[in-house]
């Protein structure tokens, strides 16, 4: 299976400030990235697929970047309603894998 | 709009079999789509269990993969999760979710997710 490793697992930020979420791969997957918000006792939504790509109606403050084994997921201006949990996952082989999450709440 | 609903028992005994169903509406679980399962334990990450095609083909996780059958039942518009002899490690939120059928293979729609717990 392909490990994905995020960092931080936990982050508190500011409104306003500038926030960084990394992914590394156990091995290369290319730009077969996807990222995900969970809010609190609801589903997953899609933000950024391949890696860069903003899923429609996701507002432009978020942004993925990388390929290969290294990824980041940048929020540019955190809102009060970016506090969630972000998944990183891997679809380049069979099994799909997440990374552990990182929980982000507002200072 | 497509929507998926997971139902099933909320409480299923160690050793017996977890079966939980999802209901698509808005569109036919016949087109050309993958329909998912994937598990969260309280507290922790996500973890993909299996998919299933519209013509039965089937992709499953290779650590459940003695324990997991996903069926689909056109007649109902539903796909079905089954696992079996279940321990406490199996507490989690369940999720179905469809993915689309091309690359870039995300996981656009989900269900709200339904809690079983694993307990005697």
């Known amino acids: 299976d392909i490990q994905m490793t995020q960092s931080p697992s936990s982050l508190s930020a500011s409104v306003g400030d500038r926030v960084t979420i990394t992914c590394q791969a156990s091995q290369g997957i290319r730009n077969y990235l996807h990222w995900y918000q969970q809010k609190s006792g609801k589903a997953p939504k899609l933000l950024i697929y391949d890696a860069t790509n903003l899923e429609t109606g996701v507002p432009s403050r978020f942004s993925g970047t990388g390929s290969g084994t290294d990824f980041t997921f940048t929020i540019t201006s955190l809102q009060p309603d970016d506090v969630a949990t972000y998944y990183c996952q891997q679809y380049d082989n069979l099994p799909y894998t997440f990374g552990q999450g990182t929980k982000l709440e507002i200072k | 709009q497509v929507q998926l609903q997971e139902s099933g028992p909320g409480l299923v005994k160690p050793s017996e079999t977890l079966s939980l169903t999802c209901s698509v509406s808005?569109?036919?679980?016949?087109?050309?789509?993958?329909w998912t399962w994937v598990r969260q334990p309280p507290g922790k990450g996500l973890e993909w269990i299996g998919e299933?095609?519209?013509?039965?083909?089937?992709n499953y996780h290779p650590s459940l993969k003695s324990r997991v059958t996903i069926s689909l039942d056109k007649s109902k518009n539903q796909f079905s999760l089954q696992l079996s002899s279940v321990s406490a490690a199996d507490t989690a939120v369940y999720f179905c979710a469809r993915k689309i059928y091309s690359a870039p293979y995300y996981f656009d729609y989900w269900g709200q997710g339904t809690l079983v717990t694993v307990s005697s």
């Open positions: 808005g569109g036919s679980i016949s087109t050309v789509h993958w």
């Open positions: 299933i095609y519209r013509d039965g083909s089937t």
